[in-house]
């Protein structure tokens, strides 16, 4: 006799049908509130946070350069590089055009490819942007039309 005939359950999940205890769509698979694993790891971490202090101020004072560059890479952190202003002539009325004009720059040395790539990715965003200003647009005209054919 199997350990599930011992105790009066069904062998498997076809013969028990649907399991009325588990939560339904919209419910929190997560009902009382236990932690997640990240939470807990963050957790953990803070609670090792004073004992990796003073390990590293250890380190630095014994001459350890891994435990000095930790140090300063968390007290003073590299700053993050800034893209010099250019100047050339782009179209700014078609985003395409305006994408292959910072591409013709990156060619002619004019702008550097970091620079052309960062140029090219707000050119992106921008296009979303107008393409959401037009799905607006187009969206209250035929909300517009559907009330005029309402009102017919």
Not at 28 to 46: E, F, H, T, V, Y
Not at 111 to 123: K, L, R
Not at 135 to 151: G, I, K, T
């Amino acid at each position: 006799m199997g350990e599930s005939e011992k105790k009066g359950l069904p062998d498997s999940r076809k013969e028990q049908g649907k399991n009325l205890s588990r939560w339904k769509p919209g419910q929190s698979g997560n009902p009382n509130g236990r932690p997640g694993k990240g939470a807990q790891i963050r957790q953990k971490l803070m609670e090792l946070a004073p004992d990796a202090i003073r390990a590293i101020s250890e380190g630095i004072k014994k001459g350890d350069a891994t435990c000095l560059k930790i140090w300063a890479d968390r007290c003073d952190p590299a700053p993050k590089s800034i893209l010099p202003a250019v100047k050339f002539n782009c179209d700014t009325v078609d985003l395409t055009q305006a994408a292959l004009s910072v591409i013709s720059a990156i060619s002619r040395g004019d702008v550097s490819p970091e620079v052309g790539t960062s140029i090219i990715s707000a050119i992106g965003q921008a296009a979303k942007v107008a393409e959401v200003d037009e799905l607006r647009r187009e969206l209250a005209d035929l909300q517009s039309a559907v009330r005029d054919m309402r009102n017919e």
